[in-house]
Nanobody
Framework: QVLLVESGGGLVQAGGSLRLSCAAS????????MGWYRQVPGQERELVAR???????QYANSVKGRFTASKDNSKNTLTLQMSNPKPEDTAVYYC????????????????WGQGTQVTVSS
């Protein structure tokens, strides 16, 4: 199994910057993709950014050009650099990882962190 622990959330002013980190532990050699999602109360969880095994990153249109996701394979960490955040970016941010097909025998193949609150003030 995989354990994901987020850190770095908090209160930030619009136009400022904030950095989120996600540390993965456990069977990290089985991880295929890692990403950041966010959720506002009463709404569905949505993709923010997702990294593939090849290193490419997919971003939500709403954060393109402002947020940067990067993965450090040597440290098994995923970061999200939030630049020029806006009040509408306020949400609980979750780290996610899924397992690759080369690792079989796992009943659970999707893992989530506990979430970290990000609040952007105007």
């Amino acid at each position: 199994q995989v354990l994901l622990v987020e850190s770095g959330g908090g209160l930030v002013q619009a136009g400022g910057s904030l950095r989120l980190s996600c540390a993965a532990s456990g069977d990290t050699n089985c991880i295929s993709t890692m990403g950041w999602y966010r959720q506002v109360p009463g709404q569905e969880r949505e993709l923010v950014a997702r990294t593939s095994q090849s290193g490419s990153v997919q971003y939500a249109n709403s954060v393109k050009g402002r947020f940067t996701a990067s993965k450090d394979n040597s440290k098994n960490t995923l970061t999200l650099q939030m630049s020029n955040p806006k009040p509408e970016d306020t949400a609980v941010y979750y780290c996610h990882a899924d397992l690759g097909s080369w690792c079989s025998g796992y009943l659970i193949r999707d893992y989530w962190g506990q979430g970290t609150q990000v609040t952007v003030s105007s």
